[in-house]
T-cell receptor, first 114, second 115 residues
Framework: EPEVTQTPSHQVTQMGQEVILRCVPISNHLYFYWYRQILGQKVEFLVSFYNNEISEKSEIFDDQFSVERPDGSNFTLKIRSTKLEDSAMYFC????????????FGPGTRLTVL | AQSVTQPDIHITVSEGASLELRCNYSYGATPYLFWYVQSPGQGLQLLLKYFSGDTLVQGIKGFEAEFKRSQSSFNLRKPSVHWSDAAEYFCAVGARGGSQGNLIFGKGTKLSVKP
C-alpha cells in the first residue's frame, strides 16, 4: 500500500540553524501539506501546496518557513533560523485530486531545537 | 471560528468494554469528518471518514462513528476494546468541495486500556 514517507525521523539542531525536513508524498497525489504538533498539543496546519505553489498557509507559517518541491517526488519544509519554539513533530500529508479532503499522513519528523 | 472539540483528554477503559470518544465541531457548513489514531511514536492513521450519505460510518479495526448534524457531533465508538487500541485519537474536519483545504484537528483523546 502506498504511503507517505518522511526523513529524518528525528532531527536535533541548535537554535538559529537552518533545517530541512523531507517528505515523499504518495506518487499520484497532487496536494501536499505540512502540519506540526507541539508536544502535548493538537495538530496544527502550516501550509498547503498545489501546482508548484503555496495555496494556503497559517499564521504559524511566517517568513522563516518555506516549502519546495525540488523534483518529481520530494516535498520539503525549510526553517531558516530555528527557534526553541519550533521544537515539534512535523507531519507531511498528501491527497489525490478528488472532491474529498482525505489526507494521508507520514510518520512525522521530531524536531528538537536546543 | 472553525474548531473541533474533544472534551475528554484521557479515557481509561477495561479490555472488552465498549468505548465512545466524543467530538464536536464548529464549522460554517457541514464539513468532511475524520478520525485519526496515533500510536506512540507513530504518525496519524486514518480510522474512518464521513463525506455524505449514511450517517453511521464503519472504519478499520472495528471502529465506527456517527455523524449527528443537529448536534454537530461525530462520536467514535467501538463495542469491545482491545489492548492494542491504546493510543491517541484525533477528530478532524475539512472543507468540502475541490478546495485544497487544510484539516482542523481537535486536541485529541488519549485512550488507556486496562487488562
Amino acid at each position: 500500500e502506498p504511503e507517505v514517507t518522511q526523513t529524518p525521523s528525528h532531527q536535533v539542531t541548535q537554535m538559529g540553524q537552518e533545517v530541512i525536513l523531507r517528505c515523499v508524498p504518495i506518487s499520484n497525489h497532487l496536494y501536499f501539506y505540512w502540519y506540526r504538533q507541539i508536544l502535548g498539543q493538537k495538530v496544527e496546519f502550516l501550509v498547503s501546496f498545489y501546482n508548484n505553489e503555496i495555496s494556503e498557509k497559517s499564521e504559524i507559517f511566517d517568513d522563516q518557513f518555506s516549502v519546495e518541491r525540488p523534483d518529481g517526488s520530494n516535498f520539503t519544509l525549510k526553517i531558516r533560523s530555528t527557534k526553541l519554539e519550533d521544537s515539534a513533530m512535523y507531519f507531511c500529508a498528501s491527497r489525490a485530486v478528488t472532491a474529498y479532503n482525505e489526507q494521508f499522513f507520514g510518520p512525522g519528523t521530531r524536531l528538537t531545537v536546543l | 471560528a472553525q474548531s473541533v472539540t474533544q472534551p475528554d483528554i484521557h479515557i481509561t477503559v477495561s479490555e472488552g468494554a465498549s468505548l465512545e470518544l466524543r467530538c464536536n465541531y464548529s464549522y460554517g457548513a457541514t464539513p468532511y469528518l475524520f478520525w485519526y489514531v496515533q500510536s506512540p511514536g507513530q504518525g496519524l492513521q486514518l480510522l474512518l471518514k464521513y463525506f455524505s450519505g449514511d450517517t453511521l460510518v464503519q472504519g478499520i479495526k472495528g471502529f465506527e462513528a456517527e455523524f449527528k448534524r443537529s448536534q454537530s457531533s461525530f462520536n467514535l465508538r467501538k463495542p469491545s476494546v482491545h489492548w492494542s487500541d491504546a493510543a491517541e485519537y484525533f477528530c478532524a474536519v475539512g472543507a468540502r468541495g475541490g478546495s485544497q483545504g487544510n484539516l482542523i484537528f481537535g486536541k485529541g483523546t488519549k485512550l488507556s486500556v486496562k487488562p
